[in-house]
């Protein structure tokens, strides 16, 4: 190897390893609302600072870091305007604000810092209070929300995607397992007149959903049931979804959660599990660091289509079909694994 690719290297190595900053510099900019601060044009530090009772100097450090990673531009080093790239990061409508609260304030980012564990142990971290991801947001209702929110704005992208490629024909009651505040369900019923549909949550989230759920459309079709899906049978439905609720356990706790479902089910009723999927196959793929992220921070993972199948026909569901489908917020496709309870 010559010294020149070797120092290339380094070089390529030093862009990874000196950047830690980088996602808090980000979590900051939403933090402190910069999009707002600056939608009426560019403001200097000092303007900046003293609206936020911000320290001068480190703000100004704070906001070139926002120049590099293109989210602000500068012509002078002192007053401040946002980019596109900005002001999408900040607009409830891509989707990103509530995921950059939920991955880089400590609950997840603090587990995420312990990843090395997981991988010795192939056990979920635990915080120094032996708590996990769950238990924890029960008394950081801040971050809980957060974790909602952003659930919330990828709720609405797969709604659309089921309402469009699942028949709700004979369908008149549909429960959503860990549906959160209700956002999927209620666009589903927004297109489906005269169905009802409840959220079964944990109870601290249920009464969050209530509230939202309250200024919708749907307020008198949607309702909400408090419990656990480890020891609770949520209630009897036509249609069960379980979104995005099995990638955050490992297959034991999945069982169990899909024997409590299949418990409640009436017979021909359907589940549809929505997630995103692995191929098949030993080669690396992008969902690899996602699903060892999932492990950790959760105990869950990214299954393939062949481990979901695995899962449902173990807990007496028939599996029927898998539609793929695109999202409309990011370059990862939602998967319908549709099965029924024979
Ligand atoms: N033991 C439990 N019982 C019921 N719900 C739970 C439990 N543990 C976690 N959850 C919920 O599972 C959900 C996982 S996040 C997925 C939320 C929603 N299905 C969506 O895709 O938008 C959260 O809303 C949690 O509150």
Redesign the pocket.
Known sequence: MSLDHASEQVQRLSRIVFRPWEPQIICAFVRFEMADRLAKGGRTVADLAGELGAHQDSLGRFLRSAVVLELLETADGDTFAITELGRLLCSPEAGMRNIVMMNFTPGIWNRAGRLHETVMTGKTVLDDAGEDL?DYYRHNPVERAWH?AA??D??GDAGAAIAEHHDLGGVSTIV?V???LG??LSRLLEGAPGVTGTV???PG?VESGREWAAKTPVADRLSFVG????EDTPPAADLYLL???LC?WGDEDSARILDFIHRGAPSGSRLVVIEWMRPDGPEPSEYDSMSLGLQTVTGGRVRTEREFVGLLEGAGFKFESTVTVPSTLLPRPWNLIQAIRP
């Open positions: 769950y909602a659930m919330a990828l709720a959503d860990g549906g959160s956002v999927l079964f949550d944990l989230i419990g656990s899906f480890f979104k995005q609720v955050d």
